[in-house]
């Protein structure tokens, strides 16, 4: 992409964050022209099955990051950027007003045990043991595979525990870096962290991490990997036998208070690039897109703002917005999405 390209792109999606994003979900803050007097700002919608999480704002300072923000707000890096288009990762002005993304629509299918989207590098865990309306869900920033590996899509399941576990590296880490030993045990080196989920896929883990940097994005060999804090609340919900889905979905949808949303997340090649760089190519809508959205409209498909659905597939975000029923219009200075319910 050329320099002049790459600065048009970023400006439309600046251009697009105030008029698409912003304004596309029920339930705003609206600051009524005066500026925020907080540095972190909440909001909490209706209740809903199809989705966990709430949105999340705060202004920078000078020292800011998004790399060293991600892991102090308990989000993933590579959604953090994602959320905040056009905004510099390194050097975000003084005052912006980042959305901390942790407002998710629930992935499809079965809602058990874990279940990873590698598309949206979340975690989700349904707790059947607590009650409630709605099913008690948690949801997690993963770290994934990196360039050249992967992890299996499909069904297995918890097979072990440990806590304090060892890490034995396999061939390929060790042609990277000659220098480890056969067995890492517990302790600062060990990248597997303080606590560990064996799957059904041997050498394939959930496990916590020694370097959080590397959590929400590309950073692993197959495993996924937690934040320590998110491992260590996990760890004591989970036993053996604990269901595991692993899917990719970068395309999900569900209903908040009778309207439908929409969350887009950038596709792998897009997701790679604002790892590696801060910024993604634009890229067309995805293929189904709209026969997705029509098959979840139903009989309301005949209220979707399509011309929405397709701003927020070519630009995928990762933030639920409301697709349904007439556009909401703008206040002076801008309204701000909220979603959200349950746990985290």
Do not use: C, M, Q
């Given at each position: 992409m050329t320099g002049r390209r790459s600065r048009s792109v970023r400006s439309a999606l600046v251009a697009l964050a105030a008029v698409l994003v912003l304004p596309s979900c029920a339930g705003f803050i609206n600051l009524g022209g005066k500026p925020a007097r907080t540095r972190y700002l909440l909001e909490a919608p209706p209740p809903s099955a199809d989705l966990v999480g709430k949105l999340r704002f705060r202004e920078t300072v000078p020292e800011d990051t998004l790399i060293d923000l991600a892991p102090e707000l308990g989000v993933g890096y590579v959604e953090l950027v994602a959320a905040n288009p056009g905004i510099d990762p390194?050097?975000?002005?003084?005052?912006?007003?980042?959305?901390?993304?942790?407002?998710?629509?629930?992935?499809?299918?079965?809602?058990?045990?874990?279940?990873?989207?590698?598309?949206?590098?979340?975690?989700?865990?349904?707790?059947?043991?607590?009650?409630?309306?709605?099913?008690?869900?948690?949801?997690?920033?993963?770290?994934?595979?990196?360039?050249?590996?992967?992890?299996?899509?499909?069904?297995?399941?918890?097979?072990?525990?440990?806590?304090?576990?060892?890490?034995?590296?396999?061939?390929?880490?060790?042609?990277?870096?000659?220098?480890?030993?056969?067995?890492?045990?517990?302790?600062?080196?060990?990248?597997?962290?303080?606590?560990?989920?064996?799957?059904?896929?041997?050498?394939?883990?959930?496990?916590?991490?020694?370097?959080?940097?590397?959590?929400?994005?590309h950073s692993s060999r197959g495993c996924i990997r937690l934040y320590p804090d998110d491992i260590a609340e996990l760890y004591p919900l989970i036993e053996p036998g604990t269901k595991v889905r692993v899917v990719n979905e970068p395309v999900k949808l569900g209903w908040i208070d009778g309207e439908l949303y929409l969350e887009v997340n950038p596709n792998a090649e897009q997701s790679l690039e604002l790892d590696e760089t801060g910024k993604y190519p634009a890229s067309p809508p995805p293929a189904t897109l709209r026969e997705q959205v029509k098959r979840a409209a139903g009989k309301r498909a005949n209220e979707v703002d399509w011309a929405r659905v397709d701003l927020i597939g070519v630009h995928r975000y990762g933030i639920p917005s409301r697709v349904t029923s007439k556009p909401i219009g703008r206040s002076p200075i801008g309204r701000v999405p909220a979603a959200s319910v349950s746990q985290r």
């Open positions: 390194w050097l975000p002005p003084k005052g912006t007003r980042l959305v901390i993304p942790e407002a998710r629509l629930l992935p499809s299918g079965p809602r058990e045990g874990i279940v990873v989207n590698l598309a949206d590098l979340r975690l989700y865990y349904f707790d059947r043991a607590a009650g409630g309306e709605f099913p008690a869900v948690r949801s997690y920033p993963i770290g994934v595979a990196k360039d050249g590996y992967a992890t299996p899509l499909g069904d297995t399941t918890v097979k072990s525990k440990k806590e304090k576990p060892t890490w034995v590296p396999p061939e390929s880490a060790r042609r990277d870096d000659p220098t480890l030993g056969a067995r890492v045990p517990p302790g600062p080196d060990n990248p597997l962290g303080e606590y560990a989920l064996y799957l059904g896929w041997p050498s394939y883990l959930i496990h916590g991490t020694n370097d959080p940097r590397g959590v929400g994005r």
